[in-house]
């Protein structure tokens, strides 16, 4: 089931989100305390917690750096990160409240390959087995737009595409076990991993727990949502005397490849047609 395309037009909802809130075109290098795209790791006040894990990227905490547990972890230390949390708020809200048209998944989505587009879970999602990304993106998850919906992810396994292409916006938590998972997770309530490796971004409205877990973040701006965007056509006006338009009105009578459909020269006022 496809929702009907908001004025004719493929528009992603990250891309409108981005647009609402200011988000930056690039991201940022690891510190980049403005820019929630620089982190890998982004958490609210009650923190994270690591165990036996390891961390590539910039480690964010809203209110403060000490709010960590650290045990066997190897990863960056932890910044004071509010105004990137700040902007995640921004574009997680921006996305809430302006879901856009998108296909309707369901099931585990084993066994799926699923092209660049915008997808939606209505409700919860419990995926398991093997979905395959084709092309280069951009994808756009979209789990519990009806209101409600966790994502929990089980021996699932997410191969192809472009990580940093993959973007994952979940109503309330996430938990992702014994994965292999692609894509920047933006999540409403808590984000747990356990025995995971993620190649992308976790951010969460929550805490973040990362137990024998592996993530390698991102570098680059989390993916614009638009996909196909035409190009604005310019409308001709190719009567007598108008000049050229530098455009083409679609050589309808197949016969004249001139931008004036009967072959003169626009902007020849002597032109009175072929002899």
Same mark, same amino acid.
């Given at each position: 089931?496809?929702?009907?395309?908001?004025?004719?037009?493929?528009?992603?909802?990250?891309?409108? =989100?981005?647009?609402?809130?200011?988000?930056?075109?690039?991201? &940022?290098?690891?510190?980049?305390?403005?820019?929630?795209?620089?982190?890998?790791?982004?958490?609210?006040?009650?923190?994270?917690?690591?165990?036996?894990?390891?961390?590539?990227?910039?480690?964010?905490?809203?209110?403060?750096?000490?709010?960590?547990?650290?045990?066997?972890?190897?990863? &960056?230390?932890? &910044?004071? =990160?509010?105004?990137?949390?700040?902007?995640?708020?921004?574009?997680?809200?921006?996305? =809430?409240?302006?879901?856009?048209?998108?296909?309707?998944?369901?099931?585990?989505?084993?066994?799926?390959?699923?092209?660049?587009?915008?997808?939606?879970?209505?409700?919860?999602?419990?995926?398991?087995?093997?979905?395959?990304?084709?092309?280069?993106? @951009?994808?756009?998850?979209?789990?519990?737009?009806?209101?409600?919906?966790?994502?929990?992810?089980?021996?699932?396994?997410?191969?192809?595409?472009?990580?940093?292409?993959?973007?994952?916006?979940?109503?309330? =938590?996430?938990?992702?076990?014994?994965?292999?998972?692609?894509?920047?997770?933006?999540?409403?309530?808590?984000?747990?991993?356990?025995?995971?490796?993620?190649?992308?971004?976790?951010?969460?409205?929550?805490?973040?727990?990362?137990?024998?877990?592996?993530?390698?973040?991102?570098?680059?701006?989390?993916?614009?949502?638009?996909?196909?965007?035409?190009?604005?056509?310019?409308?001709?006006?190719?009567?007598?005397?108008?000049?050229?338009?530098?455009?083409? @009105?679609?050589?309808?009578?197949?016969?004249?490849?001139?931008?004036?459909?009967?072959?003169?020269? @626009?902007?020849? @006022?002597?032109? &009175?047609?072929?002899?």
């Amino acid at each position: 089931m496809t929702r009907k395309l908001f004025n004719g037009r493929f528009l992603g909802l990250v891309f409108l =989100a981005m647009v609402a809130g200011g988000w930056p075109v690039a991201a &940022q290098a690891g510190g980049a305390t403005g820019s929630p795209a620089g982190f890998a790791v982004l958490a609210d006040s009650t923190g994270l917690t690591c165990t036996n894990s390891t961390v590539t990227g910039a480690v964010g905490i809203a209110t403060s750096s000490t709010a960590v547990t650290n045990t066997g972890c190897t990863m &960056q230390a932890a &910044q004071v =990160a509010g105004g990137a949390y700040a902007g995640f708020l921004n574009l997680y809200n921006g996305i =809430a409240g302006h879901l856009m048209p998108c296909t309707v998944l369901s099931g585990t989505l084993a066994g799926r390959s699923l092209s660049a587009g915008t997808y939606c879970f209505p409700a919860a999602a419990a995926l398991t087995g093997t979905l395959t990304l084709t092309g280069s993106g @951009p994808w756009l998850f979209e789990i519990g737009t009806s209101g409600t919906g966790a994502l929990a992810a089980t021996n699932f396994t997410v191969v192809g595409g472009n990580p940093c292409n993959a973007t994952w916006w979940v109503r309330q =938590a996430v938990a992702l076990t014994t994965s292999a998972f692609q894509g920047t997770i933006l999540a409403g309530a808590d984000i747990t991993l356990t025995g995971t490796s993620l190649t992308g971004r976790v951010l969460a409205k929550g805490a973040v727990t990362l137990t024998d877990s592996h993530i390698v973040g991102c570098t680059t701006a989390i993916a614009a949502g638009h996909h196909g965007k035409q190009k604005k056509t310019k409308h001709c006006n190719q009567g007598v005397g108008n000049g050229p338009e530098g455009c083409d @009105p679609g050589n309808s009578n197949h016969k004249n490849t001139s931008n004036d459909e009967l072959g003169g020269t @626009p902007g020849d @006022p002597g032109r &009175q047609g072929p002899k």
